[in-house]
């Protein structure tokens, strides 16, 4: 027999796979992507977080001794929102308890120069950890 030449049957050719490397940079960029959004939400959520606590710390400061009853009840609130260390809450309860003849009266007499040192007191510590 003789041979015959078929002219349209090619040789193989090497096909270069470069899946691996995209699926690799693929990943990487993701993950650098979720790293990312994490730590700008993280850096976000403490910034909040100080102003809240800057602007509750800044109501406190601005208590006004001419209505003694509003201010009461505004150091009540303010004060349980940003007392969170041990030392923080026993001073916050020692002027929560000073502060109950104001709250529960229709004429309040002025706050105490007590109360307000204690106040004082409170707002330095809060500021000494947040501010």
């Known amino acids: 027999m003789r041979q015959l030449l078929i002219n349209d049957i090619y040789p193989l050719e090497v096909v270069t796979d470069t899946s691996l490397y995209y699926l690799i940079s693929l990943v990487v960029l993701v993950s ?7 730590r700008w939400s993280i850096i ?3 910034h909040k977080k100080n102003k809240e606590l800057r602007y509750c710390v800044d109501i406190l400061k601005q208590n006004n001794s001419s209505s003694s009853r509003t201010t009461a009840y505004r150091i009540s609130y303010y004060g349980s929102i940003i007392a969170k260390t041990n030392r923080e809450k026993n001073i916050f309860q020692e002027l929560n308890e000073s502060l109950d003849i104001y709250k529960y009266q229709k004429h309040a007499p002025d706050i105490s ?4 040192c204690l106040l004082k007191d409170f707002i330095a510590e809060v500021e000494s950890r947040y501010v």
């Open 44 to 46: 976000n959520h403490k």
């Open 32 to 38: 650098f992507l979720i790293f990312i959004l994490l």
């Open 113 to 116: 120069p007590k109360v307000q």
